[in-house]
């Protein structure tokens, strides 16, 4: 075994230790948590090395990283996840690699994956980004519709060709009331995702927590975590 191949061996099993002692604690069962490594900053040879290690989700927040990466890694099983703010112009691109964008937040960013996956021959699962640091109408600061707008989007997502509503997604907010609260944005999240599953059954995916607060979002029932520091090591420096 390499150094890497041990290094990356031994942060996921206390990754994977934190998610069975959270599940535990929560009563929930393991296999309701599924784990989505985020692999920005890191090259093709640790996604291939995650997946020798049973590694089947993995996420990247930038296209220019991502789509190499993921050309490279074409040949391995693996759940594509695009989890960061997506302008228009990069849509085409994300759409042929990507199986789930997370961050869907506007309308204009529905109709663009719609056109791309009907062109690449996809369906793109979909999840809306919700900020809980926006007041409505805006946007947050990380991305994300403000909390009156998740019905509208996912109304558009539903009925755009080539696009399945997955469910919702956020990041815990540094500004506003959620603010260092990260348990209690989460709840608020599930309470987002109850709401939404009234009127789309199947959108009960609910991605949430990253490596320093996993355990407050499977307490509160996330259905995804994206784990990228605690399983890769501190990122290298840019630029």
Same mark, same amino acid.
């Given at each position: 075994m390499t150094d890497r191949k041990a290094q990356l061996a031994e942060n996921l099993a206390r990754v994977e230790e934190r998610i069975v002692s959270a599940c535990s604690a929560a009563g929930r069962e393991r296999e309701e948590v599924t784990l989505i490594v985020v692999t920005k900053t890191y090259p093709a040879s640790d996604v291939r090395i995650l997946h020798e290690l049973g590694v089947r989700h993995v996420a990247e927040n930038r296209d220019q990283d991502a789509a190499p990466k993921a050309a490279e890694c074409a040949d391995l099983s693996l759940t594509w996840h695009f989890v960061g703010q997506l302008q228009t112009n990069k849509v085409r691109s994300v759409a042929s690699y990507a199986d789930v964008v997370q961050s869907v937040d506007r309308a204009r960013l529905v109709t663009a994956l719609s056109a791309a996956a009907g062109r690449e021959g996809r369906e793109l699962g979909c999840l809306i980004q919700v900020a809980l640091d926006a007041e409505s109408g805006e946007r947050g600061d990380r991305g994300g519709v403000a909390p009156d707008g998740i019905e509208e989007l @996912? @109304?558009? %997502?539903?009925?755009? /060709? *080539?696009?399945?509503?997955? *469910?919702?997604?956020? %990041? @815990? /907010?540094?500004? *506003? /009331?959620? @603010?260092?609260?990260?348990?209690?944005?989460?709840?608020r999240l599930m309470e987002f995702s109850s709401r939404l599953r009234g009127n789309h059954p199947a959108a009960n995916m609910v991605s949430a927590g990253m490596s320093a607060d996993l355990e407050d979002a499977v307490a509160a029932g996330a259905t995804h975590v994206r784990v990228g520091t605690a399983v890769l090591g501190v990122r290298p420096g840019l630029g």
């Open positions: @996912a @109304a558009a %997502v539903e009925s755009a /060709p *080539g696009l399945r509503l997955g *469910g919702l997604m956020t %990041v @815990a /907010p540094l500004a *506003g /009331p959620y @603010a260092g609260r990260q348990r209690a944005a989460f709840d």
